[in-house]
């Protein structure tokens, strides 16, 4: 279409416009399923993190679900929540102190979240305005961008899951003493 209107035939924009439907249907359903499985995943963890140290929440467990539908907060508390689990389940030191594990997974995975999520914002913004194969051209280019950012943010969920997760069970199978 840069090249002009005539270049490229009604076909091919069908076909186009098909098959970024399907892709964008395939990434929301994706999308839905997974956060569906990494909240209730969340929501152990934070629940076992009260076993692992009742004093080391500002909230009730429930908010490990109800964080992520709160208008702007869920910019905020679903990260302290996480940070929060992420420090109760240190499991202590024979002396009963408490050893410090760095929170950079957490941090790194949810700046990246955030992010991706601005810009996929921005994105839709510019698919909105682009009325000239010009714009649609930086619309689809920063998507492509914004599409990256959030693969990296899918990886480094899958860290802070996995490390997350080790950590717990570090915690209940840690000798008797540390718990």
């Given amino acids: 279409m840069i090249d002009g209107p005539a270049s ?10 098909t098959l970024a439907t399907m892709v964008g ?12 499985v990494f909240l209730i995943w969340f929501h152990r963890v934070r629940t076992n993190g009260q076993v692992f140290r009742p004093d080391g929440f500002s909230q009730s467990s429930g908010w490990a679900i109800g964080a992520w539908f709160v208008p702007l907060g869920n910019v ?5 929540i996480a940070k929060e689990t ?12 408490r050893p410090h594990v760095s929170t950079a997974p957490v941090t790194a995975w949810w700046l990246v979240w955030v992010v991706s999520t601005l810009c996929d914002s921005a994105v839709e913004q510019l698919y909105k305005r682009a009325d000239t194969p010009e714009g649609l051209a930086v619309a689809s280019s920063s998507s ?27 915690g209940v199978m840690g000798p008797p003493t540390a718990r």
């Fill in 144 to 170: 492509a961008f914004s599409d990256l950012l959030t693969v990296a943010a899918a990886v480094l969920a899958i860290v802070f899951v996995r490390r997350l997760t080790a950590l717990q069970h570090a």
């Fill in 8 to 17: 490229a035939g009604d076909d091919t924009l069908r076909e186009a416009y």
């Fill in 25 to 36: 249907s395939f990434q929301v359903l994706s999308l839905a399923a997974t956060g569906v």
């Fill in 86 to 97: 992420w420090r109760a389940s240190v499991r202590p030191a024979a002396d009963s102190s």
């Fill in 76 to 80: 905020y508390l679903p990260y302290r």
